[in-house]
């Protein structure tokens, strides 16, 4: 795909298997810093070293998304040029906030730069030192919006397009918010239990997977129920495209039913530190790569 398909986004923009990691890694990036930023904010003192999980998590998986987004331009080294205008005598910066690809390459930048601070401050708490203390909550609070912009607009860029399955549809935004967010909310919860210290947070966590991953299922019903009347749906789920959908599903189902589990255990002290321990890392896996088979079934079956 070339800048100007980019820019434009009129017709199949041809992407490769660069864009899945880049849908991919953007929900879990904006997602966990959501999720962290809100057990910071809201949270009980206690959740604060699960909030620094997520914004370790969202600064590791934030790295490949440039790298990632350039490499399926087809020009990487001119992807500058989505952010500043070099046309002579029209020097400066290249916003076009009716394009969802400039948008999405400037909040993507924008957001870096919080998730970068977060990262930092996170990792100087834990070495006992102050990081700018006073900004640590103000940087939370403002960043928040774009983690779950930068989880969100992936599904968004997809329905505004003029490609078949992707603009028949108005759940791709929320579908992959909610898959984003159930990611994130998976991969910290099998994290905390690295860390004990973070364990009282087991259980908010378990408990916002599950209510993520109903979420989901519930715009996976709405996204066949759109695609019905509209004659996308045997494009969207035939062969080879219903293997994908069976592995998100699966991943679905067994994030539900572990996170149903861990969320009905009381998250104070020693059993809280048990839920946590209790859990397997097959049913993150399993959720990580039905997240990853969802977005792939959407994302091709259309081109």
Not at 283 to 295: E, N, Y
Request: proline share 6%; hydrophobic share 50%; aromatic share 14%.
């Amino acid at each position: 795909m070339t800048l100007d398909d980019a820019q434009h986004f009129v017709r199949d923009p041809d992407w490769t298997w660069y864009i899945l990691g880049y849908f991919f890694f953007a929900g879990l990036t904006g997602g966990s810093y959501l999720l962290a930023s809100m057990l910071r904010l809201f949270g009980k003192p206690e959740d604060e070293p699960a909030a620094r999980i997520g914004y370790y998590v969202s600064f590791v998986a934030l790295l490949p998304c440039p790298v990632l987004l350039t490499l399926d331009l087809g020009q990487p080294l001119r992807f500058w040029h989505m952010l500043v205008n070099t046309t002579p005598g029209n020097l400066g910066l290249n916003f076009k906030y009716w394009s969802p690809m400039s948008v999405g390459a400037w909040a993507l930048t924008i957001f870096g730069a919080f998730a970068t601070w977060s990262f930092v401050e996170a990792w100087t708490l834990d070495r006992e030192r102050r990081f700018f203390p006073r900004l640590g909550k103000l940087v939370s609070f403002a960043g928040a919006p774009l983690g779950l912009f930068v989880a969100g607009y992936t599904g968004v860029l997809l329905s505004v397009s003029n490609q078949p399955v992707w603009s028949d549809t108005w759940t791709l935004g929320g579908l992959f918010l909610a898959s984003g967010l159930s990611g994130s909310a998976a991969l910290m919860g099998w994290l905390v239990r690295f860390r004990r210290e973070a364990s009282p947070s087991v259980g908010a966590l378990a408990l916002g997977e599950r209510w993520f991953q109903i979420l989901e299922l519930a715009l996976i019903v709405a996204f066949v129920v759109t695609l019905f009347p509209t004659g996308a749906l045997e494009r969207a789920f035939g062969p080879p495209w219903f293997a994908l959908w069976a592995a998100a599903l699966i991943g679905l189902f067994s994030g539900l039913l572990s996170g149903s589990t861990r969320a009905s255990i009381s998250p104070d002290g020693t059993v809280a530190v048990r839920a946590v321990h209790a859990a397997s890392t097959l049913p993150t896996t399993l959720v990580l790569a039905g997240i990853i088979a969802l977005r792939a079934a959407i994302i091709f079956s259309a081109q």
